[in-house]
């Protein structure tokens, strides 16, 4: 698993699936949005230019070092296991695709393969029927490059023709099949019914163009201004275009992909009005970058939501200090109103019991709200949620000692009553409770009986909203600071960091485990991202446009 997704970084970092642009006039940015309808039900484009060289330069910094020919070798350790037939080729492509790239040292090498390092690209749909396309540097040292892949990869594709236009066939004989197209100096791929008309393969193949475009709506740049992305490679899935084009397909694509694969159509004529309703609440998925540089980049998915839903999930948030804080060599924290998290739920749930979905395709809507109601409706919850707000772990060290894993740091517990969740772990820890903590007062140490030998030093302090616990810590006063930190101006729900010193701390007491729990490759893997990376951010936060979630990257 870990060489398929290491390869899988080094692909996707090469700019196979990149949506950057090249350093070509803005036309050609068009020329691509010019095969998008205005009205696809999803779709993942860009708009502006990275130069290339910049953009190799990013490639090789992202790219794990020194572990491309490691991965080849344990997937060709995996494909002498392998007795499946697809999955030994999807393993040789792989191995065929580690290989050619393996020699890649300069933007020269990367163009000797026929590929852009920062190539237009766009991934849309024609109904619900996708379609990826994507520029080429050259178009025939492209061909044979991909010649070689297949070779190697023992996949012997069958060639046709439509509107004379030649493609290759990749898949066997089935109802649906991938098709690849190498024309005008771009790559296409895409799935189509076996017995598509050529009608449905001029639009796939682009030689019959939309009416109405992605490039004639500026939907594209709307949507990048509307949430500050870059225009490097934004998108969408729109809830309501997909769900009707499911019900009442109005795109020859989704029709003909339908009846290939023989589902029925969805009846959902008496289900308008929910949909309308869940649509109305729910509009879709963006996703997008608001960072892309040498340094630093961030990806962004969101999930859109109506006005109310965005003023009641950030009445949920809570402040709890240093959450959002980036200090320490990793840390991981949440704020939540369970008390008020238990009545919103028991609002909405409100609102389906008196107003039920009525068709059938959304009966167990109806049933999942009453479900998730009477789970969150229990005395644990309640006894938790009127003590706990939320929490922070931050991690200040990691180590090996005597042979077993240790490490400092602090858990910072977020309370609107403090003195209750004492009282309430003091349940599990009774020195705890006896430890007569207070307010701005002096850091403690616990000693407990309970606490396994090898336990590092523990101290436990108090605020009026939160209570810290520290593990190992070099000065006790610390607690008191982590009390105090200042909690993040954005309305976060969860937030995480890891540093280039986790990993590789992380990495030395992986090196100290017992010899066969873990291959040098994984440590090695750890250390590399330790060089690669500098801070590792991911988070949820509500946003104006409803749920945010995002990963930054900040390379070394």
Known sequence: MKTKLSLAITLISAGLISGCSDDKASTDAATILDYIPADAPYFMASSEAMPEQEAFDLYQRMQPMASLESDLDELRDTLADTDDDVSRAMIKLLIAMGEELDGVESLDDFHALGLKASPRAALYGLGILPVFRMQLQDEEAFRETLKRLLTKAEINPRTATTNGTDYWVLTPE????????????????????????????????????????????????E???????????????????????????????????MDAVEAEQLDLSACQADIDRITSRFPGLVMGMREYNQDRMEMNVILETDEAIVTDLRALTTQVPGLGSTEGIASVGMGLNLPLLLQ???????????????????????????????????????????ALSGLRARIDSLTMIDGEPSGSGILTLASPNPMGLVTTAATFLP???????????????????????????????????????????SDPASLQEALQAPASEQDLLLHGHLASEFYHSLA?????????????????????????????????????AGVEMNLSLELN
């Not at 140490?445 to 810290?468: F, G, K, R």
């Not at 030395?508 to 330790?530: C, H, K, T, W």
């Open 344 to 386: 919103t739920v028991q609002k909405y749930a409100r609102e389906v019991r008196q107003n039920p979905f009525s068709c059938d395709e959304l009966q167990d809507l109806n049933s999942a709200w009453s479900e998730i109601n009477m789970a969150m409706n229990n005395p644990a919850t309640m006894m938790i949620g009127s």
């Open 223 to 257: 949507l990048e201004q509307r949430h500050d992305f870059t225009p490097y490679g934004a998108g969408e899935v729109d809830f309501s275009r997909l769900l009707n084009e499911l019900s009442s397909p109005t795109h020859s694509g989704t029709q003909a992909l």
């Open 431 to 473: 020195e705890l409770g006896a430890l007569g903590l207070e307010p701005g007062g002096d850091a403690k140490q616990i000693d407990s009986m309970l606490l396994p030998p090898e336990t590092p030093p523990l101290y436990a302090a108090m605020s009026d909203t939160a209570i810290a616990l520290g593990a190992d810590i």
């Open 508 to 544: 030395d007491v992986m090196e100290q485990a017992p010899a066969d729990a873990l291959e040098a490759s994984d440590i090695d893997m750890f250390r590399q991202y330790g060089d690669t990376y500098k801070h590792m951010e991911y988070g949820v936060s509500v946003g104006d």
């Open 174 to 221: 089935a109802p649906v099949q991938a098709v690849l197209v190498i024309e005008d100096q771009q790559l296409l791929m895409s799935v189509v019914p076996q017995d598509a008309s050529d009608a449905l393969l001029a639009q796939v193949l682009g030689s019959d163009l939309p009416d109405s475009s992605l490039g004639d709506s500026g939907a594209l740049a």
